[in-house]
T-cell receptor
Framework: GAVVSQHPSWVICKSGTSVKIECRSL??????MFWYRQFPKQSLMLMAT?????????EQGVEKDKFLINHASLTLSTLTVTSAHPEDSSFYIC?????????????FGPGTRLTVL | GQQLNQSPQSMFIQEGEDVSMNCTSS?????WLWYKQDPGEGPVLLIA?????ELTSNGRLTAQFGITRKDSFLNISASIPSDVGIYFC????????????FGTGTRLQVTL
């Protein structure tokens, strides 16, 4: 299957600072990537859809000014959590859309654990 | 955001037993995907289904896309300890630009 990487795998930061998370498609080009957030023992919740060369589309309730998404190339999307607070602590996972003749699938990165002190 | 109903929520089984879990939705999907997630990792794609009634296998795993397009199930035969993890279904509605809606997850634990 397609390989998606994320960096860093974990990060600890102080409240009020900003954190950038990178999502890369390693062996294919991804025009569309997705950012999810997962709290402990819960399912994945879609935050936003990242489209190469255009603005991201955010899900209802997700602050676009707080979670900045940049998809500047076909292999890289970044999520910046601005002015992070303890309630932003979570597991952030990206995925890349992979079209096929039968339909789309999504391949996920390994996730980034963010802890805000 | 909306989530799919997935059951059971958790299950303890003995090694060698077969496992069955399912996912239901109030809306029609055009794609069903099944993922497995290990602790601290991202979900790994197991099986993708694109057509109502489709039955697809991947080793000991078999999944089906329900005829009504509102449900899907996943079977694991002859479970082994490495099957432990959380299994998620995910569906895509027609016309939602590839966005997925995830199920609530089934936590599987296998005892020797």
């Amino acid at each position: 299957g397609a390989v998606v990487s994320q960096h860093p795998s974990w990060v600890i930061c102080k409240s009020g600072t900003s954190v950038k998370i990178e999502c890369r498609s390693l062996d294919f080009q991804a025009t569309t990537m997705f950012w999810y957030r997962q709290f402990p023992k819960q399912s994945l919740m879609l935050m936003a859809t990242s489209n190469e060369g255009s603005k991201a589309t955010y899900e209802q309730g997700v602050e676009k000014d707080k979670f900045l998404i940049n998809h500047a190339s076909l292999t890289l999307s970044t999520l910046t959590v601005t002015s992070a607070h303890p309630e932003d602590s979570s597991f952030y996972i990206c995925s890349a859309r992979v079209p096929s003749g039968r339909g789309d699938t999504q391949y996920f990165g390994p996730g980034t654990r963010l802890t805000v002190l | 955001g909306q989530q799919l109903n997935q059951s059971p929520q958790s299950m303890f089984i003995q090694e060698g037993e077969d496992v069955s879990m399912n996912c239901t939705s109030s809306s029609i999907f055009n794609t069903w995907l099944w993922y497995k997630q290990d602790p601290g990792e991202g979900p790994v794609l197991l099986i993708a289904l694109y057509k109502a009634g489709e039955l697809t296998s991947n080793g000991r795993l078999t999944a089906q896309f329900g005829i009504t397009r509102k449900d899907s199930f996943l079977n694991i035969s002859a479970s082994i300890p490495s099957d432990v993890g959380i299994y998620f279904c995910a569906g895509r509605y027609t016309g939602t630009a590839s966005k997925l809606t995830f199920g609530t997850g089934t936590r599987l634990q296998v005892t020797l």
